[in-house]
């Protein structure tokens, strides 16, 4: 990559970033579109209660007589039996054998434990709001898992031809605890009703569901009937970008691994085989429905959906879930539902088949770094009460001190290649206008000679980058650094701002943050003191830009990300720059390592298989080279 292509990709970003930047509506413009989509909205919902008004009215029994047409004392003795036979018939009419339940007074219920306070309404038997009591949001506010004016928590059925819900439905309270309600919509059949128990545990974060159709297996086909949960995730943290992005819908089928919607987009999946669990994870919290019998793949869909113009929520989920019903006089379709954080120890210790995966902590290699070594050694240091800042410093120490043997030989290597610059220069002057490939072969040759393996500090390298990228999942990913402060950080979870900007750069933000402008200045301080312990390249320009660049993109792609990375990276970086400077003060010796490679090159040396090998093509392609020229 030369100058002209670099400066090339840098115009294009500048042009792609200035247009995205103009083209961007203003804060009056996005108001009037959201007033726009209000207003339409509503006409809408006018529209659709006048056609059910209108429809319903249609419905109704015609009387043979007019009240004109009746006597005085007739009417007035039958007008209020007349009245509650057309509700009578009007509510048989449209809700079947369901019509005792589809009029009721509006109730409400609350259940709790230590973690949860789950607030039921009796219309629809449904979770209203659903609490984390021991978490709040960035704001202060109680943290909810859904927001309670938006969404539909039901399940579905067809009596005949007619749709039925259980949100249109007004249960009783067949039965109360501590613990646990029992819903209940009556039908006009003997012995025929629909419950719904909810249960939650004495402690932890599961709220049991036990739907039951009881008596009604002549009139209800189990296996068209289905639940449907519609959730409208709040924003609970500081950066609601950054909390979409982290956002998502989960699901395990039983015969295969953890699958998921995409995070950036809006998506939609049919579910083509009997899934165990699906999950709505809201960045550090999920609500999740897990079966054990599963869920049936035939019809059943999830959905993601994103309002970028919308401030107050995160994202829309929706899953429809038909059941794996059996038919008999009780027809049961119990699940659970795990309402509670994203944290890796909570949720292995559910026992639910890879349910933990609901935590991307990076896929092969960089997931198991994070599981057996990473997540360990930060919660034996979690149990001794230090603030997550000490924490992470002390993480970093480990992890360096476990890397050392690695950037001892990594640096070692390097300084072998240095002391064997002056022999490399000379041969570069020797066939500065000869043949490349015979200098190439005079430098293998030179490596041969000397005992070097020009390839032994890229490995060290290649190790230590699992642990980099593992790093990078974990981090943003750890809700014990959630809203807790450090220095001038009032949430290592979430980007520290000193300085909030009154405009929006484009691929950067509108704010500085001091942990990723420090982690990039100890990036560059890195890279000068490793370019002088390393020989120069000739040929490989486009290194050295690299080297500079990297810094600068890293400012910009960190400036939102959870300050905790950045200032791990921080800290890796200043490590790195203490290792190298004792490393080559007391155990590197240049001197010592040159006359070493010297006495090297005085003794005979066979050349292995690999050199074989590589000059054996580097000659097949200079006859090629020739043969080409005639």
């Known amino acids: 990559m030369d100058r002209n292509t670099i400066i090339g990709f840098l115009l294009i970003a500048a042009i792609l970033g200035g247009y995205t930047w103009y083209t961007m509506p203003t804060e009056e413009e996005r108001a009037r579109f959201q007033r726009e989509q209000d207003s339409l909205l509503v006409l809408a919902q006018e529209e659709e209660a006048r056609r059910a008004e209108a429809e319903l009215q249609a419905r109704e029994p015609v009387l043979a007589e007019t009240p004109e047409l009746l006597a005085p004392d007739t009417l007035s003795a039958d007008t209020g039996s007349t009245a509650d036979s057309l509700r009578v018939a009007r509510l048989q009419g449209q809700w079947g054998i369901f019509h005792p339940a589809a009029e009721g007074p509006g109730e409400t219920v609350v259940l709790e434990n230590a973690e949860l306070r789950i607030r039921f309404r009796t219309k629809g038997a449904r979770p209203d709001t659903i609490q984390l009591k021991k ?114 819908v989960y699901y395990k089928y039983f015969s295969d691994d953890r699958d998921y919607l995409s995070e950036t987009s809006d998506d939609e999946e049919e579910l083509k085989g009997r899934t165990n669990w699906v999950a709505f994870k809201q960045d550090f919290f999920t609500a999740a429905m897990v079966s054990e019998r599963g869920f049936a793949g035939g019809g059943s869909r999830l959905a993601i959906r994103t309002d970028e ?108 290649m240095k002391a064997l610059k002056p022999e490399q220069e000379a041969i570069t002057e020797k066939y500065k206008d000869g043949d490349q490939l015979k200098k190439q072969q005079a430098v293998m040759d030179l490596y041969r000679k000397a005992g070097v393996n020009p390839a032994s500090g890229c490995v060290p390298m290649l190790i230590q980058l699992p642990i980099l990228y593992a790093m990078f999942r974990f981090f943003p990913a750890s809700i014990e650094l959630r809203q807790e402060k450090f220095l001038w950080a009032d949430d290592l979870s979430s980007y520290d701002s000193i300085l909030d900007l009154p405009f929006e750069i484009p691929f950067y933000g509108d704010h500085v943050s001091l942990f990723t402008l420090l982690m990039a200045a100890s990036t560059i301080v890195y ?104």
């Open 135 to 248: 978490y709040k949001t960035y704001q202060g506010g109680p943290l909810l898992l859904a927001d309670p004016d938006t969404g539909r928590f039901e399940w579905r059925f067809f009596l005949g031809n007619r749709d039925i819900s259980t949100a249109d439905l007004h249960f009783q309270v067949a039965e109360r605890t501590a613990t646990s309600v029992t819903f209940r919509a009556p039908t006009s059949l003997a012995g025929g009703h629909f419950d719904i128990r909810y249960a939650l545990d004495s402690s932890g974060h599961f709220l049991h569901v036990e739907p039951q159709l009881v008596g009604l297996q002549e009139h209800v086909d189990p296996g068209k009937l289905f639940f449907q949960w519609q959730l409208w995730g709040l924003a609970t943290e500081k950066h609601l970008p950054s909390q979409r992005q982290k956002s998502g």
């Open 309 to 416: 113009l919308d401030s107050t929520h995160s994202k829309e989920y929706t899953a429809k879930l038909y059941y794996e019903a059996t038919a008999a006089p009780t027809v049961e379709l119990p699940m659970r539902l795990y309402l509670g954080p994203n944290h890796f120890g909570t949720l292995r210790r559910t026992e639910i088949d890879q349910f933990s995966k609901i935590i991307d902590l990076g896929w092969g290699i960089f997931g198991w770094m994070n599981q057996w070594l990473v997540i360990p050694i930060f919660n034996f240091l979690d149990g001794w009460g230090w603030s997550y800042g000490i924490i992470i410093l002390v993480l970093t120490l480990v992890i360096k001190l476990l890397l050392a043997p690695l950037t001892y030989k990594n640096l070692k290597s390097s300084a072998k």
């Open 527 to 630: 890279q000068l003191i490793n370019q002088n312990q390393m020989p120069t390249q000739q040929g490989m320009p486009s290194m050295k830009v690299m080297m500079w660049m990297f810094p600068i993109m890293m400012l910009f792609f960190l400036n939102n990300f959870s300050s905790g990375l950045s200032y791990y990276y921080l800290l890796a970086n200043i490590i790195s720059i203490l290792q190298m400077t004792v490393f080559k003060k007391w155990f590197i010796d240049e001197d010592k390592i040159r006359l070493q490679l010297l006495a090297n090159m005085k003794k005979p040396k066979k050349k292995s298989r690999w050199q074989a090998r590589l000059e054996e093509m580097q000659k097949q392609q200079q006859q090629q080279a020739r043969k080409g020229r005639r």
